[in-house]
């Protein structure tokens, strides 16, 4: 059976080491959705790799609107996924909470949640009326050396995501779908900045959690590099 991979986040690094260990195991038939925002660039040189194996979107989940638009034109041309990885994100600000702020917390929360909210309601039943599938969230890692108390929005949209997740995972449980959380340690940014975890260290829990190998783990959050 073909299988189609879409992955939100798909231009973040963990996205895009992601598609360079998948890109070689895909056969004829497979395809990569990839979505990313502004920044489609960055998929060049993995579309060259392997052409035709990789359908790039450029979604701002920041509007509802082009969400939709988005799931719409998803379903009207191409099978339904065998596969969903949300690794879509904003980047954690910390802050005390008297300096919340409340329209990056919505964007914020539309970028993580709510889109997750909307992928899965239209793609969760069709992919259960398939015969199964996996589904992965990335929560919030946060950053080195920030006290959790500087990470109230994070904090918060991190739960609310590992709850959805949950509650999706006993759901569809009996229809062969699972829906797990990877929780990443703060990874090194792009800029150079410290921390525990790259993304190549985190790859290999997404593609356990997307394996057949993980058919009976599902509702579960697996940690890289952090407790």
Do not use: W
Request: proline share 9%; glycine share 8%.
């Amino acid at each position: 059976m073909s299988k189609t991979y879409l992955i939100t986040g798909a231009t973040s690094p963990l996205g895009l080491v992601l598609m360079d260990r998948l890109l070689p195991t895909l056969a004829e038939g497979d395809l990569i959705l990839a979505q990313g925002s502004g920044d489609l660039a960055r998929l060049a040189s993995l579309c060259q790799s392997r052409p035709g194996f990789i359908r790039p979107y450029d979604v701002d989940f920041t509007q509802p609107l082009a969400v939709r638009a988005f799931l719409s034109d998803l379903a009207d041309s191409y099978p339904v996924p065998t596969h969903l990885i949300h690794l879509a994100g904003m980047r954690d600000l910390p802050a005390p909470y008297a300096c919340f702020d409340e329209e990056r917390f919505i964007e914020s929360r539309a970028v993580l949640l709510d889109s997750a909210a909307l992928l899965c309601k239209a793609f969760l039943p069709r992919m259960a009326e398939a015969g199964g599938g996996r589904v992965v969230f990335q929560l919030p890692s946060g950053l080195p050396d920030v006290p959790a108390g500087q990470m109230a929005a994070s904090s918060t949209l991190k739960s609310a995501l590992e709850g959805l997740a949950r509650s999706l995972a006993e759901e569809y449980a009996a229809a062969g779908l699972t829906v797990n959380c990877i929780l990443p340690g703060p990874f090194r940014t792009e800029s150079g900045d410290p921390g525990p975890v790259s993304p190549a260290d985190v790859v290999p829990a997404v593609l356990f959690l997307l394996s057949e190998d993980a058919a009976k783990i599902t509702g579960v959050t697996l940690p890289v590099g952090t407790l």
